[in-house]
């Protein structure tokens, strides 16, 4: 009997102790990953590039075979009203549907609960103008961002939609969506560059401590790039590159994305 009082003694305190360690005040002093995961849909429908048929808002039936998109300049705001920026050199993240691995960026961001989040859809203009030394990884346009950089424009394509479609006029009934224009050095040229802020309390707000796991995942509905301030039509707009076309676009896109739940 006394070795089981004990035993049972011992194991109360391991779930007190448990008990208090979660319900330990954040230390915002202290950082902690967090996952920002980029789940690409069409309408209701899972992404599956090279298979997949949708619709668009025109009527229009079509199947994307690439879709890349970056995402930077991470911002959160505490439920307490703090906000942390994320460190702009490692803050800089290539969306590739074919590539699960980079749908989930990671950001080391002090503990705490965090009521919103805003990203840029693109890269800043200020980062477009660095020397090429301080533009690596996925902004290397030697390598990793070499698809998503126009030698031509000295500039990032911000956002790449690629397929095909029956509605389609161009060659092959491909059509092509290649989104970028930071503003370059005239307030004349084009500016697609967007920030997207996302309301997280409705969902549930992220909880980020040491030692834990925690996502917000979102939801990427891409068919809206072809519907809202503009509405986007494949037969009369197949491609669209460098233009005054892709104001439209980017203004659209910025619907694309919703905050779907928060897993802590």
């Not at 301080?134 to 990793?144: A, K, M, N, Q, Y």
Request: charged share 20%; hydrophobic share 35%; net charge negative.
């Amino acid at each position: 009997m006394k070795y089981t009082f004990a035993l049972a003694a011992v194991i109360g305190l391991f779930f007190t102790a448990c008990k208090k360690e979660n319900t330990a005040p954040y230390n915002a002093s202290e950082k902690a990953e967090l996952s920002v995961e980029f789940d690409n849909i069409a309408g209701s429908s899972d992404l599956q590039l090279n298979t997949g048929v949708y619709t668009n808002a025109s009527g229009e039936k079509l199947t994307i075979t690439k879709l890349k998109y970056y995402v930077s300049n991470f911002v959160l705001t505490n439920t307490d009203g703090s906000v942390y920026t994320v460190p702009q050199d490692s803050c800089y993240f290539l969306i590739d549907e074919s590539n699960e691995e980079t749908h989930e960026p990671i950001l080391r961001v002090p503990e705490g609960e965090y009521k919103s989040l805003t990203f840029t859809v693109g890269v800043d203009s200020l980062r477009s103008t660095m020397d090429i030394s301080r533009r690596t990884g996925v902004l290397d346009p030697t390598s990793d961002g070499g698809d998503m950089y126009w030698g031509w424009n000295s500039g990032y394509i911000f956002f790449k939609m690629e397929g095909s479609s029956p509605a389609s006029t161009s060659m092959g009934n491909t059509f092509a969506y290649h989104i970028g224009g930071f503003g370059g050095y005239s307030s004349a040229t084009i500016n697609n560059i967007k920030t997207i802020t996302l309301d997280l309390t409705a969902r549930g707000t992220p909880k980020v401590k040491s030692g834990k796991e925690t996502n917000i995942h979102l939801m990427v509905d891409v068919l809206k790039m072809f519907t809202g301030t503009t509405n986007i039509s494949i037969a009369t707009t197949p491609m669209v590159m460098f233009s005054g076309a892709s104001v439209g676009i980017a203004n659209n896109y910025t619907a694309m994305f919703r905050h779907d739940h928060t897993e802590n």
